[in-house]
C-alpha cells in the first residue's frame, strides 16, 4: 500500500513544526486526528518515523530521510503547481469558423480577449465533420446550425460574397481566374468558380489563405466574403453581389456550455463584434464599385 501525498504534507508540517500541536494550529486539523494519522503512515511504510515523548514528535533517523525526499517532492509539486496555474490560469474558449471568418477574428482579436488575465481563445477550421455534441468547439459560428440536439442557436449576420481581384488585373473578358481545388472546396461559394469557369481557372490552391494572396497579387478573380474583400484596399469588386451564395451566420453552443462564464462572455463579445460589423457582411460596404463581369 503507498502513501498518500496528503499524509506526506501533513508528515513535513508535523516534522518542521516539531509536534502535533503545531501542526494541528497550521492546518485546523485536531491533534489527535494528526496522531492517527501519522501512526497510520508508519504503518503503512513499515517504518518508524517519530521519536514520542513529552518534548514532542522528534524524528526518528527514518523520519529524518523520509524528510529530505518529501522536501523535494514539495519542491517538485510546488513548481508544477505554479507552471499550471501560469500556463492554463486563464480559461480557455474554441471557436470554430470557416477560414475566412477565422481570418476575420485573427484581424480583430482584441475584441474578443483582453490578453494575460482574460480569455484565451482559439480559432478552429469550421469542416463538413465538426461534431458539436462531441465538443469539437466550444463554440461554432455556421451558416447550417444543427437541426437535432440540445443547442442553443443564436442567429447573427448575413454573409454576402462578390468576385475580387487586384485593381491592375484589367477588365478584359478573357482575364483569368484562380480557385480552390476542387477536392477542397466544400461550401458553394468556394466551388462557384469552378462550376462556372473550370477552363478558365490559371490558379488554385487547397489553402484559403493562399487563394487570398493570389487574388491580391494579381494572378487572377475569384470569390470571396464581402467583409474580407472589401475589408481589403489593393483588392476591387469584379461583379454585384451574388445573391445565391449569401448566407446567415448562427452562433451555436452545447446547451450544456453556455451558462459557464467564459462561454457566455464570449458568446456576447462575438455577438458584438458580427453586428458592429453587419454592413461589411452583407457587402454594403462598397456598393456600385464593381468593375465589370
Not at 501542526?23 to 496522531?35: F, K, V
Not at 488575465?117 to 482559439?122: L, T, W
Not at 493570389?214 to 469588386?237: H, N, T, W, Y
Amino acid at each position: 500500500m503507498e502513501a498518500s501525498w496528503d499524509d506526506l504534507k501533513l508528515f513535513l508540517i508535523v516534522a518542521e513544526g516539531g509536534g502535533l500541536s503545531a501542526a494541528s494550529a497550521r492546518t485546523g486539523i485536531s491533534a489527535p486526528t494528526i496522531g492517527r494519522r501519522m501512526l497510520a503512515l508508519e504503518r503503512t511504510m513499515n517504518r518508524i518515523l517519530f521519536e514520542r515523548s513529552r518534548r514532542g514528535y522528534e524524528l526518528a533517523a527514518d523520519g529524518i530521510c523520509l524528510l529530505e525526499r518529501v522536501r523535494e517532492m514539495a519542491t517538485i509539486s510546488g513548481a508544477i503547481t505554479q507552471w499550471h496555474s501560469g500556463a492554463f490560469g486563464d480559461p480557455f474558449v474554441g471557436i470554430a469558423g470557416d477560414s475566412w471568418l477565422a481570418m476575420f477574428l485573427a484581424q480583430r482579436n482584441k475584441a474578443l480577449s483582453h490578453g494575460p488575465g482574460d480569455i484565451r481563445f482559439c480559432c478552429f477550421d469550421a469542416h463538413e465533420g465538426l461534431n458539436m455534441s462531441n465538443r469539437d468547439s466550444d463554440i461554432a459560428i455556421i451558416s447550417n446550425p444543427p437541426q437535432t440536439g440540445n443547442f442553443a442557436v443564436r442567429p447573427s449576420v448575413h454573409v454576402a460574397y462578390a468576385v475580387y481581384q487586384a485593381q491592375d488585373l484589367g477588365e478584359d473578358a478573357d482575364r483569368p481566374w484562380v480557385s480552390l481545388g476542387k477536392e477542397d472546396a466544400r461550401f458553394a461559394s468556394e466551388r462557384w468558380v469552378y462550376e462556372r469557369h473550370d477552363l478558365e481557372i490559371y490558379g488554385w490552391t487547397n489553402s484559403p489563405h493562399v487563394l487570398f494572396q493570389m487574388i491580391k497579387a494579381g494572378q487572377g478573380r475569384s470569390v470571396l466574403p464581402c467583409f474580407l474583400g472589401d475589408a481589403a484596399p489593393e483588392l476591387i469588386r469584379a461583379s454585384d453581389v451574388i445573391e445565391e451564395l449569401t448566407v446567415r451566420l448562427h452562433l451555436v453552443v452545447n446547451d450544456d456550455d453556455r451558462h459557464r462564464p467564459e462561454i457566455r462572455t464570449m458568446i456576447e463579445r462575438l455577438s458584438r463584434l458580427l453586428e458592429d460589423n453587419r454592413a461589411l457582411f452583407a457587402g454594403e460596404c462598397r456598393a456600385g464599385l464593381s468593375t465589370g463581369r
